[in-house]
C-alpha cells in the first residue's frame, strides 16, 4: 500500500469547515446586502487572466515575485489573479459603451499572491471589491465613506472600534511643498517614505530621510506637519485646494464622516487622488483592516477612453481577526432543525414523507439514513443543532399521530400529523436562521 | 503609447456581468436553499493541491494532459483543482475523529480543466458538490435522489423535462455474466464499452466490440440486454442481487423515484457502486446535466479507514443550458428599488437621509452621483430598474414634503417625508426580490 498523503491544505490556503463556513456566510451575507443597498450589483470574472495585465503595472519582476504564473500549451503565459481591479478593468472596458456610467459594481473573489504566511496574510483571499466607476464627483467619494460605515455597523461594529483614515495625494503633495517646506523633486521620495511611516521606528525614519536628503530639523518639521491632520489643510493656497478632491469633499460632507490623515499612502503605483484606511482603533491591534482609493484612469491598459473610479477592497482575513477580537462574530448556524425518526423499518417512509413536508415550510429537516436506537439518535440530533425530533412510530402512526420532543425544553408531546408543521413552526419561533 | 491589451477573457473562462450574475444568483440561492433544507452543510477548500493527489486516481499523464499545474518556489507541484472530491477526501480525512457519520456535506468551488472549450465544456466552471459521507445504507440512496428531484423542481423543472437514470457497478457486472453471457475476463472492457454507448455510432460500437473479442450475436444480445433496463435484475441470481445495492434501494423505494438504466457508467475509475445520470429529457438536447454515485473508500490517499459515500457534481454550463433550453432561467433582478433625486446641490444632504431610511427598509436605493437635469435623470433611474423616483425640491422640502414618482403607474403625488418608507413600500408591494 502507497504511503498515506498529508491531510493539511497547502502553505497559505485554508479548509472552511460547514462551522466556520457558516459564520463566514452570516457574516458576507450582511455586507452584500448593505452594499446592494446602495444599488451596487455584483459581478465576476475568471481566476486565471493573461499575466502581462498584472506585470503591465507593477512590472515583471515585481510582479513574478507575487504572481503565480503558468504557462498554458498555447504559450500563453497566465496568472492566478492577486486582485480583482485589472479583472474588472477589463470588463468595464470590453462593455463601455453598453453601460450607464457611473456604475456600481462589486464582486467577491478569491486572489492568490505568493507571500510568505504570517498573521493577516496568506497566500489564498477572498476579497469584497466595491467600485464606482465612471465619476469624477466627490459624492463618491461620500458615498463610499457612508457605504463603509453602514457595513461596519452591520457587522456591530460602533464608531469608537475604528477609524476610517483619509488622504489625497493632491493634497500631499500640497502640504509637502507649501507647509513642510519640501523641495518639489523629493516629493516622491518623501511620499514613499510617509508609505512606510507607521511601519517602522522613528530612528529608521529620520535615517533615511537623511538618505534622501532631510535634516533633522526637516524631519521634525515633517514629523509635525503629518501629525497635524486637517488642520494644516487651511493653510494651503486656493489653487491647491481647488484641485484636492478631499478639499471638496470636506466643502461637501464635513468631517464627521471620516479623519483627515496625511500619513495614509497605500503605495505609489495605483491610486491618484483619494485614499482611504480603516484600521482598528484597538490600540493593541493598531492596523489597517481594508481601504481603497480613487484612481483617474482605472482602464488604461484596455482603452483609450479614460475611466476614473474610486473603491476598495476588504480582505477577508484581518476582518475576521477584527471582527474576532472585538467579540462581533456571529454564531455558527446548525445543521438542521427539525429530526424526523423512525423507530422501525416500517416507518421509514411516513418519517420522509413528513420529513418533506417541514421542508416544504422552510425547516432544515433530516431522516437518519441507518437504524440505531431512539435514544441514541435523539443524541446524534441535538447534537446536530435540532431543536425538535419526531419520532414515528407504530402504534402512533396508526392513530395518525407522532411525537414531539422538545429538546430544549426536554419535553414531548403526542400530536396529529396534520398539525405537526404548524406546531413545530411555532415551537422553533420562527428562529430557524435559515 | 503602448499597444491596448485585449479585453476578452482567457479561453475557456467567462466574464458575468451584472445582469446574468443576478440570474446565476437566484438559481443557486434556490438551490442551496433545498440542499440545506436536507441538513446538508456548506464547505470550501483551495483552489489551490498538491498535483499528486489528482495524479494518484488518474495517472500522471491522464491528469497532466486535463490539470493547469505549476511549480512553486519550493519546488511543490500544485494543481487548480480539477474538481472538488479528493480536496473534501483529505478534508474529511483530517478532521473524520471530530465528525459525526453520516455526514452531509456541500459546496460550491470553481473547477478548472484544461479541455478544447465547446458547447457545454469549459475550462473553468463553477460545480455544485453535494455528499453522504460516512455510510453504507440504501437510504442515502434514497435520499440523494429525492434531493435531486426535489432541487429540479426548485428551478421550476416538471418530470417530464428530465430523467434520473441509474445504474450500478455489482449489478452490471451480475448482469453482463449472467444475462448477457459475457465471459468474466471481458467485463472490464465491455464495461468501457458500455461507457462509450451513447456517445457513438452503433457501427462504430460493433467493430469495438469486436475488437475485443464479441462476435455480432454476443454483441446484439449485449445490446437488448441494456436496452431492458430494470426488467433484466428479476433474471439474476439471488447471490447477485444480495450484493447489489441498487437492488436494496428498488425493494425500498419501488421505481418511481428513477429509471434503471445499465448504460450508465461514468468512467471507471471512480465509482463502485451507485452511478446515476440526469438527462435532458427533450430529444433535441438528449445529454447528461450531472451526475454521481458511490465510493466505497473516499479518502483512501489519506487515510486507512474506509470511509465510503455517494455523491454528485452539478456544473454551472449545462444546468443553465438546460435552464435555458425549457424556459427556466429567472429575470435579473433590477440594481435598484428606488432613486432619490435632489432638484438642486442643495438637497442633497435631505436627499442622502431620505435614502438611508429607505435604505434601512430593505430598499435597494441610490442617489444620483452627478447633478442632472430631472427628465434625464428619470430616464436614467429607469433604465437601473428603478420603479419609484423621490425627488427632492426645495419648495416640497420647506413644507417637510416630498414628490413621488411612481414609473409604472406613471403618476405622482406629494407626500410627507414621514409617510415615505411606508408609501414607498407599499406602492412596490413588498416584491422587491432584495
Redesign the interface.
Known sequence: M?N????????G??????AE??VR?QVFTTLY?VI???????????????A??YE?KSGRELAEMQL???T???D?R?A?RPEMTP?VA??I???ASAL?F?V??YSHP?C?R?ERPQRGRV??HWQINVD?FG?D?P??E??VF?LVH?MMAALGATRDMYRLRVSDRVLLDGVLTHVAGIPAELTGQVSALIDRWEKMPADQLRADAKGIGLDDDAFTRLSETLSRGAQVIDQLPEDVLAASKLAEVLD?AGDDLFEVDLRIVRGLAYYTGTVFEVFDADPENNRALFGGGRYANLAG????TPIPGIGFGMGDVTLFNFLDSHGLLPAPAP??DVSVVAITADQ?DAA?DIA?RL?AA?????????HRKLGKEIQ?SE??GARVVIIIGAKELADGQAVVRDLRASQQQNMPLDDLVTAVTDLLGGTTG?
Chains 1, 2 share one sequence.
Open positions: 502507497a498515506l498523503l498529508p491531510t493539511a491544505p497547502y502553505r490556503t485554508r479548509d472552511f469547515l460547514p463556513m457558516s456566510h446586502q446592494e443597498g446602495f444599488g451596487y450589483q455584483r459581478y465576476d470574472g475568471p481566476l486565471l487572466e493573461s502581462e495585465i503591465a503565480y504564473t503558468l498554458d500549451r498555447g500563453r497566465l492566478l479583472t477589463r470588463m472596458a470590453a462593455n450607464q457611473p456600481r459594481w478569491n492568490f505568493y497566500r489564498e464606482v465619476t464627483s459624492r463618491a461620500i458615498e457612508h453602514d461637501l491598459l484596455f482603452t483609450k445543521a438542521l421509514f420522509c418533506r421542508r422552510g425547516l432544515r429537516t433530516a431522516t437518519p439514513l441507518e446524534r447534537k446536530a435559515h
